[in-house]
Nanobody
Framework: QVQLVESGGGLVQAGGSLRLSCAAS????????MGWFRQAVGKDREFVAA????????VYVDSVKGRFTISRDNAKNTVYLQMNSLKPEDTAVYYC????????????????WGQGTQVTVSS
């Protein structure tokens, strides 16, 4: 079982940037996918981005394309989400998750979830 710990959330003004980190422990991530979801108050959990560990292939939800970048550091067993040009509608709790593939992870099928980190974007 992989344990996931997110960090990097906070309060930022619209147009600003944040970088989220998700460190995996308990088992080395050597295959499969890791990604980010978010859930705003009163809304369903939403897929944001994912990366396939071996190839580095990525997938994003349309609303963040061109603004968010997901990346991974194999040596640190960590995935990052660089968020630029943040908007108030990006405000949510962001969760890290692992999955067997980009397709299944995007559908919300996950092996492990982190505890979440709050991102608040003020207008």
């Amino acid at each position: 079982q992989v344990q996931l710990v997110e960090s990097g959330g906070g309060l930022v003004q619209a147009g600003g940037s944040l970088r989220l980190s998700c460190a995996a422990s308990g088992r080395t991530v050597s295959n499969g996918a890791m990604g980010w979801f978010r859930q705003a108050v009163g809304k369903d959990r939403e897929f944001v981005a994912a990366i396939y560990w071996l190839s580095g292939n990525t997938v994003y939800v349309d609303s963040v394309k061109g603004r968010f970048t997901i990346s991974r550091d194999n040596a640190k067993n960590t995935v990052y989400l660089q968020m630029n040009s943040l908007k108030p509608e990006d405000t949510a709790v962001y969760y890290c998750a692992t999955g067997a593939s980009l397709v299944t992870l995007r559908q919300g099928t996950s092996n492990s979830w982190g505890q979440g980190t709050q991102v608040t974007v003020s207008s």
